[in-house]
């Protein structure tokens, strides 16, 4: 019998943080749908669609009992805290990061989080990094792909990693919108489709400038089947082979590194799931359902999971093991 699963991509989103986001004076814009979902836009682009009012969070463990699944670690997603006001932006990461272990702390041990950091005050994420990051209930950080407009390879960012290497920090690192909204505003797709682009950037620029290399420490987890790396698998190394600047800063191939990262299975779509599957190894992959935010409930996922054609063993890896073992969660939690 398989243990319950451990999803590592859920979210949620205090009241003081959507509150922010409102703000005239946040940088973002925002509207309501027909839905009821508060649509925040950064940079004239979709970043986020946020049911109002969030279901509560016995509504949520009541989900995660249909579904089996035993644990959540919840994340604020994007656009996160990175282009609001720096005289904001501290207060409200310590109130966000107590809140959640506060939350996660109610629940039984059904509920863990990655911590937000005030990036990119680089002295400040570090102090709030030792804060938090030694919290039983913190199982890691939250970064999205960009972060006020710099890449995750960016020089400003280096100290951050050094630290988090150290540390053997896992970093769960969730699409936003691009650097360069110009083409994405219309039809939401910036958060439609170019959220998996930036994910695949993001690994790319990780990559070929050596920093995934450099900061061998990190543990990386990215979402979503990490984008579009499994179906431009072959290109990562191809592109090493032909241009100098692609290898001038690594010395293991790209898809030596690309297998030692981690992938969380949001996607309803089995066949890309295969995809994945074959093409990374299979101890790579942690169980996620991206809830609130998908409509329903969380057993879409599980089913998409279930139909990819896994063997037992490997199924049950993905379900659980693979996330016990990262995050350092230990036996079933009983309901």
């Known amino acids: 019998m398989l243990d319950g699963l451990i999803d590592v991509h859920s979210h949620h989103y205090p009241d003081s943080y959507l509150a922010a986001c409102r703000r005239p004076d946040s940088g973002l814009e925002h509207y309501v749908r027909d839905d009821g979902r508060l649509v925040v836009v950064q940079d004239g682009a979709v970043a986020a669609a946020v049911p109002q009012p969030l279901p509560p ?40 990061n107590d809140e959640l272990d506060d939350l996660t702390g109610a629940s039984g041990g059904r509920l863990r989080f990655f911590a937000n950091l005030p990036l990119p005050d680089i002295d400040a994420s570090l102090a709030e990094l030792d804060r938090v990051l030694r ?77 995934l290399e450099r900061y061998r420490g990190i543990r990386w987890i990215f979402t979503h089947l990490g984008g579009t790396v499994p179906f431009v698998f072959h290109r990562f190394d191809n ?63 599980v089913e998409t999971l279930e139909a990819a054609g896994l063997s037992p063993d490997d199924l049950a890896r993905v379900r659980r093991h693979n996330a016990a073992a990262l995050l350092g969660l230990g036996g079933r939690v009983s309901r």
């Not at 249909?66 to 656009?79: C, F, G, N, T, Y």
């Not at 805290?81 to 409200?92: C, G």
């Open 57 to 96: 969070m016995d509504h949520r463990l009541a989900l995660m009992d249909e579904a089996a699944v035993d644990i959540q670690v919840l994340s604020v997603s994007a656009p996160n805290v990175f282009r609001l006001p720096a005289s904001r932006r501290l207060s409200l990461t310590r109130d966000l």
């Open 239 to 301: 592109y090493a082979g032909q241009f100098p600047e692609c290898r001038r800063h690594i010395t293991a191939k790209p898809s030596a590194q690309l297998r030692e990262l981690f992938f969380d299975t949001v996607s309803t779509h089995p066949a890309a799931m295969r995809c994945a599957f074959e093409t990374l190894p299979v101890s790579q992959f942690v169980f996620g359902t991206d809830y609130p935010h998908v409509p329903g409930a969380l057993g879409v996922f």
């Open 135 to 211: 919290r039983p209930r913190v199982v890691g950080v939250m970064l999205c792909t960009t972060v006020d407009r710099r890449t995750l390879d960016d020089p400003l960012l280096a100290p951050l990693w050094e630290e988090l290497a150290r540390r053997e920090a896992v970093v769960f690192v969730h699409p936003t919108t691009a650097c360069c909204t110009e083409g994405l505003r219309d039809f939401a797709l910036s958060l439609a489709l170019d959220f998996l682009a930036e994910t695949t950037n993001a690994v790319g620029r990780l990559l070929y400038s050596g920093a």
